[in-house]
């Protein structure tokens, strides 16, 4: 809208935008990577502690749990947009999801 | 995170914020470990102080912890990058 006129420096109004962006993702990346390391310890390391290293199995457990969860993120998003889609799509119905 | 695009005010300001974070997400992991070491670790009161046993548990379960957050850390960053990559080839 504002400050894309092909111009080298961007509006405050746009970097204002850009800085609230950013600041946004931190906190996404961080909330997400705080849940991934939940998940993963819940499911993949088991609270008796007989050891202090992480063995073979629990290794590969956290790769894949951390593979999958990024997985899911991905279908999930891909069928929230799917399914907000579809309601745009019948706007005149009120009180949708989104 | 490239912060190029910002003056120096943004860019202290972006500097901040993620400081903030970290010290939130510190006490947040301290205290997470702290909860979990205690309640895998100590269940016995018939003594005011830990046993050895349950000493050795505790540093067993700090250690292992933060094997568990270097390697999730490890296998995020490179998720993370992946899907970024993946969102701004759409764009």
Redesign the interface.
Known sequence: MFGRGGNAG?SAQQ?QA??MM??Q???M??D???R???S??KK??P????????NKG??VC??RC??KF?EV??KVGAKLQEISGQNQANANRSGGLF | ?D?S???EA?SM??QQ??ER?QMR?FM?LYS?LVQ??F???VSDFTSKTMSSREEG?V???T???M???E???Q??AE??A??MEEQSKQK
Do not use: P, W
């Not at chain 1, 609270?47 to 992480?54: C, T």
């Open positions: 961007i970097s850009n800085l950013a600041e993702e931190i906190e990346v961080t997400l990577f705080n991934v390391s939940d993963c310890l993949c390391i609270d008796d502690y007989l050891e202090a290293d992480l629990e290794s956290l790769d951390v593979s990024f993120n991905k | 995170m912060f695009q910002f003056n943004d300001r972006m914020l993620m974070n997400d947040r997470n979990r070491c309640d895998s670790c548990c540093s067993r379960c250690d292992k912890f094997k568990h957050a390697r999730v850390g296998r995020f998720q993370n992946a899907m």
